[in-house]
């Protein structure tokens, strides 16, 4: 299945919305990414030039089949500029920019995920140069997973193929170019990766 659309949901740890400064919501805030910004099953990271500071944000994805169920699950990383997304916050912009460049949703491989009940008491975790920056229970999730993806489905164009990413827990920081990631949801799926980024173009580097 082709990944059309990713629908992220914002500020769905109660401490990852306070560590940022912004209220707990009372219903999911969802944005999207382009699918065309997944990058699956690799072992690599690799960051556009022109990208300032980006944060990781570790979150369960889940993966949307033909009768609207979810079908599959991933370990995720939804990339955020995040000097991109405060100054459109600021202005009352779009995150586009910040949320929806190449590679900037990076998934590990799928699991088969058909059942909550299966995978809330996991933990999610991300250790970056092996330092543990994020970590938390699925089920500390403000809004779980069946009412996110009943959410998603009843009010947005959902695909099949679409993935959902979660929201992400507390200890959201930067990303370097030769850091290496570990990323796991415990009993379930485990994938790492080494961050690159690329070259600026001639024209950019000598400005």
């Known amino acids: 299945m082709i990944i059309r659309n990713i629908w992220g ?7 990852h919305a306070q560590e940022l400064s ?20 690799s072992p690599e990271i690799r960051l556009p030039w022109w990208l300032g ?19 599959e699950g991933a370990v995720a990383l939804d990339l955020t500029e995040r000097a991109l997304q405060n100054k459109a ?4 912009l779009p995150w586009t920019p910040a ?14 995920l058909k059942n909550w009940e299966t ?14 920056r994020q970590s938390a229970i699925l089920d500390e999730m403000i809004f779980k997973l069946p009412e996110l993806v009943r959410h998603v489905v009843d009010f947005y164009p ?21 850091d290496h990631l570990k990323a796991q949801i415990e009993g379930h799926i485990t994938h790492l990766w080494k961050v690159s980024k690329d070259a600026a173009p001639p024209n950019e580097a000598n400005t």
């Not at 916050?89 to 009352?92: D, F, I, P, Q, T």
């Not at 995978?119 to 970056?128: G, N, P």
């Open 9 to 15: 949901i914002g500020r769905n740890y109660s401490k």
């Open 89 to 92: 916050k600021k202005e009352g």
């Open 119 to 132: 995978v809330k008491d996991a933990r999610i975790s991300l250790w970056v140069n092996d330092e543990l």
């Open 53 to 71: 500071e980006v944060h990781h944000e570790v979150e369960l994805a889940v993966k949307i089949g033909n009768n609207y169920q979810i079908i």
């Open 158 to 178: 959902v695909c099949p193929g679409d993935l959902i990413l979660t929201g992400t827990p507390a200890g959201v920081g930067p990303l370097q170019a030769g």
């Open 22 to 41: 912004n209220p707990v919501p009372e219903a999911p805030i969802v944005f999207l990414k382009a699918g065309s910004c997944a990058s699956v099953n």
């Open 99 to 112: 949320k929806s460049f190449p590679n900037a949703c990076i998934v590990s491989s799928f699991f088969t």
